[in-house]
């Protein structure tokens, strides 16, 4: 029986990506006059943000990179102020049938309060596990979360879009539930990865508590 599931944010809560990548490309071309591409950014994925300044401008302090960065997210950010459809009734219906809901993220804790704070979703999530400068933590966060929460592998689900979701649930050896409603989902990676695989927030909740 599922006690308490954990979700992804980027790609899974909201359509984020629009958000954070052109946040790092204004940040890069303020310090270097370069345009990046996507492809770059993404390549620095699994580190918090912090991390991914350090990889892209290796040459600048990280607290200027840092403060030019978490003002062009928050701009960027006021024009994305919901989460995707039925996020928040799933969430609902999570907290109506006594499964709580944890967040765990590759984000960086200030550009998670403000990702949460710009979707309405403060006080939704307890605990909130962030992400590292160094590498990608995910797996340690479950193994974390199951130990803080007492719960068994089997009582913990997580949520996310990505195969490095799916591997990190694995890895944890707790379930996962893949996310392909969001426009940066690959779902033919996803079914190469043999995931249990959602199109629709509403077709996970029928599965979950429906």
Request: charged share 15%; aromatic share 8%; glycine share 6%.
């Amino acid at each position: 029986m599922i006690r308490m599931i954990g979700f992804d944010l980027d790609g899974t809560l909201a359509d984020t990506f629009p958000v954070i990548l052109p946040a790092f490309c204004q940040t890069v071309q303020h310090f270097t006059g370069r345009q990046i591409d996507d492809q770059e950014i993404l390549a620095t994925f699994g580190k918090n943000e912090q991390g991914m300044l350090a990889d892209l401008l290796p040459d600048v302090p990280l607290a200027a990179s840092s403060a030019v960065f978490y003002q062009a997210y928050q701009e960027a950010h006021a024009r994305l102020r919901t989460p995707f459809p039925g996020i928040l009734k799933l969430l609902a219906a999570l907290e109506a049938h006594g499964i709580a809901v944890a967040l765990i993220t590759g984000k960086g804790q200030r550009s998670c309060e403000i990702s949460l704070t710009q979707l309405g979703l403060n006080g939704v999530f307890a605990p909130i596990l962030v992400g590292s400068p160094d590498h990608d933590v995910k797996t340690a966060n479950l193994k974390k979360l199951l130990t803080m929460s007492h719960l068994a592998p089997s009582e913990l689900a997580y949520v996310g879009d990505a195969v490095s979701d799916l591997q990190a649930a694995a890895a944890a050896g707790v379930h996962c539930y893949s996310a392909a409603w969001a426009p940066s989902a690959q779902p033919a990676q996803l079914v190469a990865a043999q995931a249990d695989l959602y199109y629709s927030v509403a077709a996970l909740q029928a599965v979950l508590v429906d």
